[in-house]
């Protein structure tokens, strides 16, 4: 059966909405599947709990961070495979998928080995607290050994995204998440293996989902041909897909370690601050799906677009996403503002873990409405292919404002993570006045070639 959606004709909110609906989903699974670790964990460790709690928090930001500079880097495969469907040349699809299975395997190799070496020094670079230092490297090394699986799917869902079918990706961190979920009563709530406990049923299972995904994937019929005689490198696909994918993966390598530098930072307040942080991180995990999940759908469905040379449909696209996000994300900033404590209070029973959560929620509740325009434009930008400049102005906002406001706000006596917490909005808010920039220049540069053209 062809699961493909064609984006370049007809409607574009309704198609836009089914297609993002189930990257909602899979990203609320996907956040599900890091909170649960954070969730049982605090819910099953007694007086381990802020040990444990601080060590995931870490740990998980680490890996978290790997994470996303995987998805940074498959997002070019998935704009540039919907480029082609919209261009119309679906039999170049199957080489592009093979060249870049081959590629991702070598990096995960690169990784996995980098990763397991250096948990320990990761663990020192983050200043984790000395109670929890151990926990969290244990945690870190034995999810690290697992980076074959967390490329894997996470290829699984940008191949899919980018022929127009974001079904598949959902069932495969779906199958994730249950099997972790699993895991984590097995091994955290009945043997009481705290964090380490967590970290063995992240891999576990991030393998099985992979494997049977795989399954699941091989009674589907794609659109278009595709064997083993296609699993090999060809340098013109796969210097595409870096040049899309790079851009996109040092933006948000640079824009994670920001918040990493700020997770070090409070981790030097306290063990209930580092706490604290880290449920305050698991709950913006939730708080950031919409203008996420607006950002994936926009990538796929512009570059379909943008491959059919229907530049002012993509347009469109974009103003119905920043609608529909900007909606949303009202109604959850107001939550996080005036209801922090009983978000955080979700993941942990501990009031002194839960004050300094809510605090820092706070701030994050005025990025939930920035990050609406934000995220939707840098997915408009990236299916358009101006990877570059979302990795331009992803620096300057996580590196030259993020990091400097949060470090001058960490200075002012009393020390409130509030203030350190501003930092994320003031640098969205900086981000959005120069992705407007971009916008208006580019479209008029666009307009003055096709006058050009005309005349």
């Not at 009481?192 to 091989?218: D, E, K, P």
């Not at 370690?257 to 942080?277: H, M, Q, R």
């Not at 993509?314 to 939550?335: C, D, M, P, Q, T």
């Not at 006596?413 to 220049?441: K, W």
Request: charged share 15%; hydrophobic share 55%.
């Amino acid at each position: 059966m062809n699961k493909m959606q064609n984006f370049t004709e007809g409607k574009i909110f309704s198609p836009l909405i089914r297609f993002a609906i189930p990257v909602l989903l899979a990203l609320f699974l996907q956040a599900m599947y890091g909170a649960v670790d954070l969730l049982i964990v605090g819910q099953f460790s007694g007086d381990s709990a802020d040990i444990f709690v601080s060590a995931v928090s870490t740990g998980s930001q680490i890996m978290m961070t790997l994470t996303v500079v995987i998805t940074g880097l498959a997002m070019g495969l998935t704009v540039y495979v919907g480029e082609k469907i919209g261009a119309g040349r679906r039999e170049e699809a199957g080489e592009i998928i093979g060249s870049g299975i081959t590629l991702f395997a070598v990096i995960s190799l690169i990784i996995t080995v980098l990763m397991v070496l250096f948990s320990t020094a990761l663990t020192e670079l983050m200043h984790a607290p000395a109670e929890a230092f151990d926990a969290t490297a244990w945690y870190v090394t034995i999810c690290s050994a697992g980076t074959l699986f967390i490329v894997a799917y996470n290829l699984v869902g940008s191949i899919f995204r980018g022929i127009g079918d974001s079904k598949i990706p959902l069932i495969t961190v779906a199958i994730a998440c249950v099997l972790n979920i699993a895991g984590d009563l097995l091994l955290v709530a009945v043997f009481r293996m705290g964090s380490t406990g967590a970290a063995l049923a992240t891999v576990f299972a991030q393998a099985a989902s992979v494997l049977l995904s795989l399954l699941i994937i091989r009674k589907r019929t794609l659109p278009f041909a595709f064997s083993r005689k296609h699993l090999r490198p060809k340098g013109l696909h796969i210097k595409a897909m870096l040049r899309l994918g790079t851009p996109i993966a040092l933006q948000d390598l640079l824009v994670s370690i920001s918040f990493l530098v700020i997770l070090a930072i409070v981790n030097d307040l306290g063990l209930n601050e580092s706490a604290g942080i880290g449920v305050a991180e698991k709950v913006c995990a939730f708080i950031m799906l919409i203008p996420s999940a607006f950002m994936q759908a926009m990538s796929a469905f512009v570059a379909q677009n943008v491959g059919a040379l229907k530049h002012d449909r993509a347009r469109k696209a974009l103003w119905y996403g920043i609608a529909s996000s900007l909606v949303v994300g009202v109604v959850v900033g107001y939550f996080s503002f005036f209801h922090g404590d009983i978000l955080a209070g979700i993941f942990t029973r501990d009031a002194v873990i839960i004050a300094p959560a809510a605090e820092y929620l706070k701030a994050y509740a005025i990025d939930c409405v920035l990050t609406a325009f934000l995220f939707c434009f840098m997915g408009y930008f990236n299916g358009c292919g101006n990877t570059t400049f979302v990795m331009i102005q992803g620096i300057i906002g996580g590196i030259f404002v993020r990091l400097p406001v949060s470090w001058a706000m960490r200075k002012i006596e009393p020390v409130e993570l509030f203030r350190i917490g501003l930092a994320t909005p003031i640098s969205s808010a900086v981000q959005i006045v120069l992705c407007v920039g971009f916008f208006v220049i580019a479209h008029l540069l666009r307009q003055r070639k096709r006058e050009g053209l005309t005349l």
